[in-house]
């Protein structure tokens, strides 16, 4: 589902940061290898040398290269909102949900189709074509779950066609028009830390998923989780995931060391076992696949801990990122190892400041 992401050539961007041009916000990041630190397009901050310059497309990629974010231009923050040069099409989107759009509809809103691809794809993990479609199954969910009948949603939503509908419906949610009636679809929102942007899908039963946003096969989780839990997964708000973003902002403020979310674990009973075994390990600690293995009573089992621990879909509130080696080195993570790494300084650099209990 990843499309791949281009920069503008060097030079274009250098001369944006010079020029602070705001119209260049969205399309790349730079970071200046002097200072360690990365900015926006059009930060106020004076223009570094060409040279000292090395240009990023998402702040997941300059955290990954180890600078710190801005604290004048606040670069992770970039695509938290909506930015001003795309309102006018998320109003039109708002105002007119079932329309088709197509590239050249955007190039006579002033708007480059690939930069509005690229806001997608970061903004929801998905291109914008898939959002648009989510959104028209999003609005006909809505309709079913209040009581409208299948042919108005179908007709209503946009498909000129019931079995249109229908074959739709099955595509994106894998469930027909009265399974929906009847269930509550998973909603999926994002928010930002400090480690780049966090994907959080949930609904009344709980939080089932929690990832960075960059994150390798995010949508072939998504596919799981929609499958597991038989709801279509929609962008949208909920209370849960309100709660997560807060709760996971006072962990990275260092004012947070354990989690009180309602969590759906739902997994094979030996999944389950170990993200619970997993979930026990103290704040600020390690533990290692085979000490793991000997907990759930089964020594041998220290390579599926590893594959479990690797499926786990809610990072950090299920700490997969403390478990290590036996020879303390920090081996896989899903999010990245210089997430995991800094995790875990992280916890330790809290508790350390902290007063004693
Ligand atoms: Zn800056």
């Given at each position: 589902m990843n499309a791949p992401i281009t920069l503008p050539d060097p030079d274009t961007m250098y001369q944006a940061i010079v020029d602070r041009d705001?119209?260049?916000?969205?399309?790349f990041l730079f970071a200046v290898k002097t200072t360690g630190i990365f900015c926006r397009?059009?930060?106020?901050?004076k223009a570094p040398k060409r040279e000292n310059v090395e240009f990023f497309a998402t702040a997941s990629e300059a955290l990954a290269a180890g600078y710190r974010a801005c604290k004048r231009c606040r670069?992770?923050?970039?695509?938290?909102s909506v930015p001003a040069w795309l309102t006018q099409l998320v109003d039109a989107l708002e105002a007119e949900p079932t329309r088709r759009w197509t590239n050249a509809d955007l190039t006579e809103m002033g708007l480059s189709p690939s930069r509005v691809r690229r806001w997608f794809q970061e903004h929801y993990q998905m291109t914008f074509h898939a959002y648009l479609r989510m959104r028209q199954i999003g609005l006909a969910v809505d309709m079913l779950q209040t009581g409208s009948d299948v042919t108005s949603v179908a007709l209503e939503s946009g498909y000129e066609s019931l079995s249109g509908f229908r074959d739709s419906l099955r595509k994106w949610t894998g469930q027909t028009p009265t399974s929906i009636k009847h269930g509550e679809p998973i909603l999926v929102d994002r928010f930002l830390t400090p480690l780049g942007p966090m994907l959080a899908a949930g609904n009344d039963a709980g939080l089932c998923l929690l990832e960075f946003?960059?994150?390798?096969m995010l949508s072939k989780q998504f596919e799981r989780i929609s499958k597991r839990f038989a709801q279509p997964i929609l962008p949208g708000k909920h209370p849960v995931l309100t709660s997560a973003a807060e709760q996971i902002d006072q962990y990275f403020q260092g004012k947070r060391t354990e989690f009180t979310l309602p969590l759906r674990?739902?997994?094979?009973s030996f999944q389950e076992i170990v993200w619970k075994k997993l979930s026990?390990?103290?704040?600020g600690q390690t533990r290692s696949y085979r000490e793991l293995a000997e907990q759930v009573s089964k020594p041998s089992a220290s390579r599926a801990i590893g594959r479990t621990n690797g499926d786990n879909r809610l990072a950090i509130v299920v700490p997969c990122h403390r478990v290590v080696r036996s020879d303390g080195h920090l081996c896989g993570y899903a999010g990245g190892l210089w997430r995991k790494r800094w995790l875990l300084e992280h916890e330790q650099k809290a508790r350390q400041t902290r007063l004693p209990l």
């Open positions: 705001a119209e260049m916000e969205g399309l397009p059009g930060c106020k901050s670069p992770t923050e970039l695509s938290g946003a960059d994150r390798k674990l739902d997994g094979t026990e390990i103290p704040y």
